[in-house]
């Protein structure tokens, strides 16, 4: 089955820094990867997907890039905001019936300013 | 409000109860999941249900029972539990389990097993 990895597990930075999250994947039939973003207390929420077909997609502040031959995405946060602090998972989901999300290890993100 | 509803929201049992957990959806999705978030595993997959039906159990002890009455409801039955299944329990949704079908998950059941 799939199994993703995800790295750092904390990283610590300063407001306006940029931050970085990598994460890799096992399955290669794997083509849907999105990033959730889980607040002290509260729910997994979607920030952020990128699919298969896609290298790169951007939202504001925030970036998503695919490397399907090395099996690896990263999420980008740029110009840090305290309110960025959180708890950010990675995962991976391929186009089956029946299949779900797996997520890595998460990353816990803190923004000081 | 995401439209994922847990209860409780938190749940203290002993190891020879018998309790369960309950998940509601009204967003019309068909695929609906359990996860358990512990400080050791984060958001492990545990069960799937897809159109009522269970796709995948992810080597979880039979102590967990999953239950899927109809689209909109997920049951999680917890008997002779272990202090290790301590944990925050979270249901997900998702209008079917295809790539790219955005997971919309509950508050989650703090558990505590004493």
């Known amino acids: 089955g799939e199994n993703v990895e995800q790295h750092p597990s904390t990283l610590s930075v300063q407001e306006g820094d940029s931050a970085v999250i990598k994460c890799t994947y096992s399955d290669s039939a794997s083509n849907y990867f999105p990033w959730y973003k889980q607040e002290l207390g509260k729910r997994p929420q979607l920030i952020i997907d990128?699919?298969?077909?896609?290298g790169e997609k951007k939202d504001q502040r925030i970036a998503v890039t695919l490397n399907k031959t090395a099996k690896h995405f990263s999420l980008h946060i740029t110009e840090t905001q305290p309110e960025d602090s959180a708890v950010y998972f990675c995962?991976?989901?391929?186009?089956?019936?029946?299949?779900?999300?797996?997520f890595g290890k998460g990353t816990t993100l803190s923004v000081s300013s | 409000e995401t439209g994922v509803t847990q209860t409780p929201r938190h749940l203290v049992m002993g190891m020879t109860n018998k309790k369960s957990l309950k998940c509601e959806q009204h967003l019309g999705h068909n695929a609906m999941y359990w996860y358990k978030q512990s400080a050791k595993k984060p958001l492990e997959l545990m069960f799937v249900y897809n159109f009522k039906e269970q796709t995948e159990n992810n080597s979880v002890p039979s102590r967990f029972s999953p239950e899927c009455p109809n689209s909109s409801h997920l049951f999680l039955h917890l008997h002779t539990l272990q202090p290790e299944d301590s944990a925050l329990y979270l249901c997900a949704s998702s209008q079917d389990t295809r790539a790219g079908s955005e997971a919309f998950f509950g508050q989650g059941t703090r558990l505590t097993v004493v």
């Open positions: 990128i699919r298969s077909n896609v």
């Open positions: 995962a991976a989901s391929r186009d089956q019936a029946g299949t779900a999300l797996i």
